[in-house]
T-cell receptor, first 112, second 114 residues
């Protein structure tokens, strides 16, 4: 089955800095890679996703890049703000009834 | 639009008591349904998933069980809770699509076993 590794487990940055979280996956048939943000005590919510036919996607301060050859994808947050502090999860999945596989999460702390 | 609801939001239960968490999805049909658990500060542990009515697959052996009596209803149960069952329980759903599945989570249920 699919295996997703996520690094780092904790990331501490100063407000205004950039943050990068990286994930690798094992199943070359995976074709969909979402990222979720989970604030303390709340549910994970989708913030951005990318499909395997695209190399990069941006949404304001958030971007995701995908390298299919190397089987890794990354979340980039620019100009970080204290409200970006949360746990971020990556995931990889295939179509049909395959279950999405999540990384173990990265706790991002943005210091004012 | 599709929505997912789960309840109760919070509960405190004594060791050995039963548990029932309920989840419903609206605005879609034949979804894949999931139950996840998060221990404090930890990742998402998949407990059960279902691809159809009465079809339940268990990922982790435990004293919990799941049922899907209707297409858009998913229930997590236990006959006797353990202290280790405490955590944040999340119901989730995905549509069955050919290009990868976006998973959507319910609001979550905080369970404290005392």
């Amino acid at each position: 089955g699919e295996n997703v590794e996520q690094h780092p487990s904790t990331l501490s940055v100063q407000e205004g800095d950039s943050a990068v979280i990286k994930c690798t996956y094992s199943d070359s048939a995976s074709n969909y890679f979402p990222w979720y943000k989970q604030e303390l005590g709340k549910r994970p919510q989708l913030i951005i996703d990318i499909r395997s036919n695209v190399g990069e996607k941006k949404d304001q301060r958030i971007a995701v890049t995908l390298n299919k050859t190397a089987k890794h994808f990354s979340l980039h947050i620019t100009e970080t703000q204290p409200e970006d502090s949360a746990v971020y999860f990556c995931a990889a999945s295939r179509g049909g009834s395959y279950i999405p596989t999540f990384g173990r999460g990265t706790s991002l702390i943005v210091h004012p | 639009s599709q929505t997912i609801h789960q309840w109760p939001a919070t509960l405190v239960q004594p060791v050995g008591s039963p548990l029932s968490l309920e989840c419903t999805v609206e605005g879609t049909s034949n979804p894949n349904l999931y139950w996840y658990r998060q221990a404090a500060g930890r990742g998402l542990q998949l407990l059960f998933y279902s691809v159809g009515i009465g079809q339940i697959s268990s990922e982790v052996p435990q004293n919990l069980s799941a049922s899907r009596p209707q297409d858009r209803q998913f229930i997590l149960s236990s006959k006797k809770l353990l202290l280790s069952d405490s955590g944040f329980y999340l119901c989730a759903w995905t549509s069955i699509g050919g290009r990868g599945n976006t998973i959507y989570f319910g609001e979550g249920s905080w369970l404290t076993v005392v």
